[in-house]
């Protein structure tokens, strides 16, 4: 934990010397933490997209991920663009920065890098009272939902897709949402965010739990019968196969609690 937060101490310093007023994000889930921070009038562009919140319909979009124009988003004159590092064109984030614009980037992997990014941004926004409240009560759910890991730990296999397989690491923030939990990803270890799979390897490691994240339930249930084919899987076997309706689950704001509630329930059931 104290790397983390060294780390974020360090970034802090870097940040602009005085709340930026014209701020572009370029990812939803930023846009989400400057709403949680009351910060939406300094929002000048925003990506599109059709969950946009309500509150944003006068703010000028700059394109979507694959569409993100470097002309609509200078014309914003944005004081600083937040950027998220796994999800945004590097060239076109540096493209900005050679035109004077401050770019900053964001990419948590992990439960506790809420926190710092959320520090970050009240910085940014001049929030700090707001971010430290948020982080307040985010903290605290998740001291409450935390549940020890030790070799009893029911064992879980989360699906994204079915054809092909697709599963969660260790380094991912679902991962990172499971061990909090009090249970074990049987695809830990493996390279990546999202790794394909064959769902030969999944019968070899045999999960307790198997947990499809979709929000089509019909879908979900789909996924799902075909693991009944094998009766002799232990999630089959322990009435382990679960659904989860993924939204609240992988953005990375403190809303993230939401989801990781009803994913502990879930595995405490497994217990």
Same mark, same amino acid.
């Given at each position: 934990m104290r790397g983390w937060l060294i780390a974020g101490l360090l970034l802090?310093?870097? *940040?602009?010397?005085?709340?930026?007023?014209? /701020?572009?994000?370029?990812?939803?889930?930023?846009?989400?933490?400057?709403?949680?921070?009351?910060?939406?009038?300094?929002l000048v562009g925003v990506l599109d997209g059709d969950n946009v919140a309500p509150e944003l319909d006068d703010v000028p979009r700059i394109g979507g991920y694959q569409t993100l124009s470097l002309e609509l988003i200078a014309a914003q004159k944005p004081e600083v663009v937040l950027a998220w590092t796994s999800g945004n064109p590097?060239?076109?984030?540096r493209r900005l920065e050679s035109w004077g614009i401050t770019v900053l980037r964001f990419d948590p992997k992990r439960l506790e890098d809420i926190t710092v990014m959320v520090n970050q941004?009240?910085?940014?926004l001049g929030k700090n009272a707001h971010a430290a409240?948020?982080?307040?009560?985010?903290?605290?759910?998740?001291?409450? *939902?935390?549940?020890?890991?030790?070799?009893?730990?029911?064992?879980?296999?989360?699906?994204?897709?079915?054809?092909? *397989?697709?599963?969660? #690491?260790?380094?991912q923030l679902i991962g990172d949402a499971l061990n909090h939990c009090g249970a074990h990803n049987v695809f830990q270890g493996l390279p990546g965010l999202a790794p394909q799979v064959g769902r030969e390897g999944v019968l070899a490691v045999d999960p307790d739990l198997i947990i499809v994240l979709a929000d089509?339930?019909?879908?979900?249930?789909?996924?799902?019968?075909?693991?009944r084919q094998f009766p002799r899987l232990k999630a089959v076997e322990q009435n382990?196969?679960?659904?989860?309706? #993924?939204? #609240?689950? /992988?953005?990375?704001?403190? /809303? /993230?609690?939401?989801?990781l509630e009803r994913l502990c329930a879930l595995v405490q059931q497994s217990r």
């Open positions: 802090l310093t870097c *940040l602009p010397g005085m709340a930026s007023s014209r /701020v572009v994000s370029l990812a939803p889930f930023l846009t989400d933490i400057v709403i949680m921070l009351d910060a939406t009038d300094q590097e060239e076109l984030l941004l009240g910085a940014v409240e948020l982080n307040r009560r985010y903290l605290a759910s998740l001291q409450q *939902l935390a549940r020890p890991l030790d070799k009893d730990s029911p064992r879980v296999f989360i699906q994204l897709w079915d054809d092909p *397989l697709y599963t969660v #690491s260790g380094a089509d339930q019909k879908m979900a249930g789909q996924w799902l019968e075909r693991w382990g196969l679960k659904m989860l309706e #993924s939204d #609240s689950l /992988v953005k990375p704001t403190p /809303v /993230v609690v939401e989801g």
